[in-house]
């Protein structure tokens, strides 16, 4: 079994910061794409930041400049930095992870965490 444990969301002010954690457990060979998500109800899923095992990353376009992901391979935890944070960007945020899980077959299972919430007030 693969866990992914999402925290960091809350309440913030428009303007401020907040961080997002999401760790990987359980058995697995290797990690490689991590990504974050949202949704905010009724609307589809959307894609905010993604990384792939080699380091490189992409961003929605209305993030860009003001979130950033990074990952902790020693700890298998991904990260999303948000900075200026807007009322539009209120959602549950969700990470995932595309995870090998013997090595040899070159099969790759995503997983997803439970979601956390992020409000900003305006």
């Known amino acids: 079994q693969v866990q992914l444990v999402e925290s960091g969301g809350g309440l913030v002010q428009a303007g401020g910061p907040l961080r997002l954690s999401c760790a990987v457990s359980g058995s697995f060979f290797s990690i490689r794409g991590m990504g974050w998500y949202r949704q905010v109800l009724a609307k589809q899923r959307e894609a905010v930041a993604v990384?792939?095992?080699?380091?490189?990353?992409n961003y929605a376009g209305s993030v860009n400049g003001r979130f950033a992901i990074s990952r902790d391979m020693s700890k298998n935890t991904v990260y999303l930095q948000m900075n200026n944070l807007k009322p539009e960007d209120t959602a549950v945020y969700y990470c995932?992870?595309?995870?090998?899980?013997?090595?040899?077959?070159?099969?790759?299972?995503?997983?997803w965490g439970q979601g956390t919430q992020v409000t900003v007030s305006s």
């Open positions: 995932n992870a595309d995870v090998s899980k013997d090595g040899n077959s070159g099969m790759i299972f995503r997983y």
């Open positions: 990384t792939t095992h080699a380091g490189s990353t």
